[in-house]
């Protein structure tokens, strides 16, 4: 069983020189930071394909057609999708069998980025679409639920916050065993952190998680992960964090004095109006529920659900 999350990821960020002009674009923090939580499975589709390093640069192409997606070498225009496409067939078994929990994405690849980027009508050659890169168009498709980030996006702060935090909640539930119990158990350490993102998605979520009908409870899991990166994809805005600090802050009350009540509703205040950050107000709450011992709440994946010393949660 695995101890720590696995991402999949492109491997030229690593710094492996597998890029088109034999070179690569290492990122400093994933090699030096993010790697010490995790391991990494990386994969560049290109070179996979067979076309060696340094190759002709490729392109996107997409017929407006018929809505296919596609490659070709940007000077010789060779064809590539077919070659592509049976090596991604390929790259989704070792993919499936090596259980990954996220995908790190290079930016601007014609195969890899997620962000969208500019295609080319085959025929015509001009302008035609902005679309994801074509080994992503795949991983999208093939494994929705898995989490991903391409680089263009890893310092946006809140997008990489999530997505580590989505990384480890996929991991967390790959290793619960398919019971109603674990799952039971499994939904009262998130629940917070999904009233966080959707209060609605909770609810349901506590529904499938009772499993009150009695279904099979492999169709259960799969209802229940299928939701679950639903909602931490949804964006967890003040208001709604505010609302989980006030309810949080029920299992506590009744064990402080009257100061300690005054003081912890004015941070939770002050990071509504934004004074000062969320994390503030989280560390302070998690402070009182060591001190008292609140039950419940202790080692609650809401106060942990990634590793602090990644150091992603202070800009929050």
């Known amino acids: 069983m695995k101890k720590k999350p696995k991402i999949g990821i492109s491997s030229c960020v690593l710094g492996n020189n597998?890029?088109?002009?034999?070179?690569?674009?290492?990122?400093?923090?994933?090699?030096?930071?993010?790697?010490?939580?995790?391991?990494?499975?990386?994969?560049?589709?290109?070179v996979e394909m067979g076309l060696g390093t340094p190759r002709e640069e490729i392109r996107l192409t997409y017929n407006k057609e018929t809505g296919e997606r596609g490659l070709i070498t940007k000077k010789s225009e060779i064809n590539l999708t077919k070659q592509a496409l049976a090596t991604y067939r390929r790259l989704n078994e070792e993919i499936k069998a090596a259980e990954l929990d996220g995908f790190i994405l290079m930016k601007k690849s014609p195969s890899c980025t997620l962000l969208k980027t500019k295609a080319v009508d085959f025929k015509e050659k001009g302008p035609a679409k902005f679309i994801e890169g074509l080994f992503t168009y795949n991983l999208v498709n093939e494994f929705p639920e898995m989490p991903k980030l391409d680089t263009g996006r890893l310092f946006n702060k809140k997008m990489r916050e999530n997505f580590i935090k989505k990384v480890y909640a996929h991991f967390r539930f790959s290793k619960i065993n398919s019971s109603t119990k674990d799952l039971q158990d499994f939904h009262k350490q998130y629940k917070y952190i999904y009233m966080e993102h959707s209060p609605f998605n909770l609810t349901?979520?506590?529904?499938?998680?009772?499993n009150s009908k009695r279904k099979e409870i492999e169709t259960i899991m799969k209802s229940y992960k299928k939701l679950m990166m639903e909602t931490l994809s949804i964006e967890a805005d003040s208001g709604?964090?505010?609302?989980?600090l006030q309810h949080l802050f029920g299992y506590i009350k009744n064990h402080l004095d009257t100061d300690e009540k005054k003081r912890l509703l004015m941070i939770f205040e002050e990071f509504k109006k934004g004074v000062s950050q969320y994390m503030i107000s989280v560390e302070v709450l998690n402070l009182m529920v060591h001190k008292y011992s609140v039950g419940y709440l202790l080692d609650h994946n809401y106060f942990n659900p990634y590793p602090k010393t990644l150091k992603i949660h202070r800009d929050i």
């Open 204 to 210: 349901c979520l506590g529904e499938i998680a009772a």
């Open 240 to 244: 709604k964090r505010f609302n989980v």
């Open 18 to 46: 597998v890029r088109y002009n034999g070179g690569n674009k290492k990122d400093s923090w994933i090699v030096s930071e993010l790697s010490k939580f995790v391991d990494f499975f990386p994969i560049c589709p290109e």
